[in-house]
């Protein structure tokens, strides 16, 4: 008998947008470990070496080298043109200890015991396996050494502002779209037990927000998700493939996310699961 875990894990796990997206490339690089590692902060400490799986173009990554400087940070992905982005945007912010490589999260290139932290961000909620990639995470880490995660929870998406259903309806779609390819738009609420079940100790999760406070940062959200509806050709295809919407629909959205982001009493904020663990000393 075969293991279903390890099959699905042998499945391409794909990305419900794309790799080379507008939302990668725009929204990914305007995180910062400040912002979206700031429960793992408390964690570094100078000198410690540390893995950023699924690191993404690397602003996130950039962030946590300068806590764990004069310790070197490794980010991997298995995007190579976002593997690219992280290496410019390291050199364009002049940090020296952090290096990208291609790599994925199911059969990391690294031996047992080699880190003193891992880190990931809004990665394994892309995945068919998890609990296989927060098993390989556990491998590479030493022994005492710990873990961050967040991940996306949709079920706790706060919307309020004109037009807000077929917001909600645009966003139902999209969660549909993105478990008919790969991983679960749900997937932060499981973080605690998956964790655990990898072999990790003192699990420490809670819930968090990812904020869009001001007037600026919401209409540049929106345009975000916008383009992704209007342009994202790869999701258009598998959207419209799929019967969720047609092509005229979708851009009624895309013109639904733009005048939603642009009113002034419109708000929105996507819930997160953020969790912490440790490899047990032996
Ligand atoms: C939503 S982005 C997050 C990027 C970054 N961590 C951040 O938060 O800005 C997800 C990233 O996971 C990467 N990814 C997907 N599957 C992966 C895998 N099996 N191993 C490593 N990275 C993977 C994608 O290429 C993408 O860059």
């Known amino acids: 008998m075969s293991n279903p875990p390890n099959d699905r894990a042998q499945q391409k796990d794909e990305y419900a947008v794309s790799y080379d997206s507008l939302r990668t490339t725009e929204s990914h690089a305007s995180r910062t470990a400040e912002v979206n590692a700031a429960f793992f ?4 400490k100078s000198g410690m070496s540390l893995l950023d799986c699924g690191c993404g173009p690397g602003s996130i990554t950039v962030g946590l080298a300068a806590r764990a400087d004069p310790g070197q940070v490794t980010g991997v992905d298995v995007g190579e043109s ?6 410019r945007h390291a050199v364009e912010r002049g940090v020296t200890n952090v290096r990208f ?3 994925s999260a199911y059969e990391l290139p690294f031996p047992d015991n080699s880190f003193d932290a891992v880190f990931t961000h ?3 909620e892309h995945l068919q396996d998890p609990l296989k990639a927060f098993q390989e995470m556990h491998r590479v880490l030493k022994a005492g050494g710990v873990l961050g995660v967040r991940d996306i929870d949709g079920a706790g998406l706060l919307i309020s502002g004109p037009g807000e259903d077929q917001i909600r309806r645009a966003v139902e779609i999209m969660f549909k779209n993105w478990l008919n390819v790969s991983g679960t738009p749900y997937l932060g609420r499981q973080l605690r037990s998956l ?3 990898a072999g990790f100790m003192r699990v420490f999760a809670q819930a968090s927000y990812d904020n869009y406070p001001t007037g600026e940062s919401l209409t540049r959200f929106m345009d975000i998700y916008a383009s992704t509806f209007e342009n994202e050709r790869t999701f258009i295809d598998r959207v419209t493939q799929s019967g969720l919407a047609d092509e005229g629909e979708l851009r009624e959205f895309a013109e639904a996310f733009r005048a939603f982001g642009r009113h002034p009493d419109s708000f929105l904020a996507n819930a997160h699961c953020e969790a912490v663990g440790w490899k047990e000393l032996v």
Not at 41 to 44: E, K, N, S, T, V
Not at 82 to 87: L, P, S
Request: neutral net charge; without cysteine.
């Open 195 to 197: 964790l655990r079940e």
């Open 122 to 124: 809004n990665m394994p």
């Open 82 to 87: 976002v593997v690219e982005a992280a290496r």
């Open 101 to 103: 490589q291609v790599a």
């Open 41 to 44: 902060l408390p964690h570094l």
